[in-house]
Antibody, heavy 117, light 107 residues
Framework: QVQLVQSGAEVKKPGASVKVSCKASGYTFTSYDINWVRQATGQGLEWMGWMNPNSGNTGYAQKFQGRVTMTRNTSISTAYMELSSLRSEDTAVYYC??????????WGQGTLVTVSS | DIQMTQSPSTLSASVGDRVTITCRASQSISSWLAWYQQKPGKAPKLLIYKASSLESGVPSRFSGSGSGTEFTLTISSLQPDDFATYYCQQYNSYWFTFGPGTKVDIK
């Protein structure tokens, strides 16, 4: 069965960077793009960007341009999202999701990133 | 950027009610719209893709319609498991945007 398993919760100081991993199983990793979406507590879903695991091509939401980097390691079927220059407003649950038919059909369990001094 | 709006923001309903949620895009997105259900502390769950296609395993009481800029999600007979927040999401040229969400709670 398709699964996306994310890395554990992180606590970071303002100005630091965080790198969240998303390990895929149950399907061919390079055949489906990956979305990254975040959700602050009590807030809605916010799209951050996508990555093509086959080519490494990426597309980032304008809000995160210059601060986010999405990469992958195809040998271990894992996608990564790194967010730099963290501020308190970046405290949120970060999700990876598989893209199929222009929607996200399988989601990771979420990774809580807390930014606090 | 394409902006998405949803109405209502909150909806109070009873088990058995027919429920309709509307999503509007700031410009035409053809049929590139998805609907998700999210419960507290859980990842979103895909319900509908390409505006009206039911995701595998999703009960048939959920349906989607619309094209262009106006879309609806309908729950034909609300069940206890359906109390949740619903989000629409558009796709256009590899850019995605979510609507602000509609919370369906118990009347």
């Amino acid at each position: 069965q398709v699964q996306l398993v994310q890395s554990g919760a992180e606590v970071k100081k303002p100005g630091a960077s965080v790198k969240v991993s998303c390990k895929a199983s149950g399907y061919t990793f390079t055949s489906y793009d990956i979305n990254w979406v975040r959700q602050a507590t009590g807030q809605g879903l916010e799209w951050m960007g996508w990555m093509n695991p086959n080519s490494g091509n990426t597309g980032y939401a304008q809000k995160f341009q210059g601060r986010v980097t999405m990469t992958r390691n195809t040998s271990i079927s894992t996608a990564y999202m790194e967010l730099s220059s963290l501020r308190s407003e970046d405290t949120a649950v970060y999700y990876c999701a598989r893209i199929s038919s222009s929607s996200s059909d399988y989601w990771g369990q979420g990774t809580l990133v807390t930014v606090s001094s | 950027d394409i902006q998405m709006t949803q109405s209502p923001s909150t909806l109070s309903a009873s088990v058995g009610d027919r429920v309709t949620i509307t999503c509007r895009a700031s410009q035409s997105i053809s049929s590139w719209l998805a609907w998700y259900q999210q419960k507290p502390g859980k990842a979103p769950k895909l319900l509908i893709y390409k505006a009206s296609s039911l995701e595998s395993g999703v009960p048939s009481r959920f349906s989607g319609s619309g094209s262009g800029t106006e879309f609806t999600l309908t729950i034909s007979s609300l069940q206890p498991d359906d109390f949740a927040t619903y989000y629409c999401q558009q796709y256009n040229s590899y850019w995605f945007t979510f609507g602000p969400g509609t919370k369906v709670d118990i009347k």
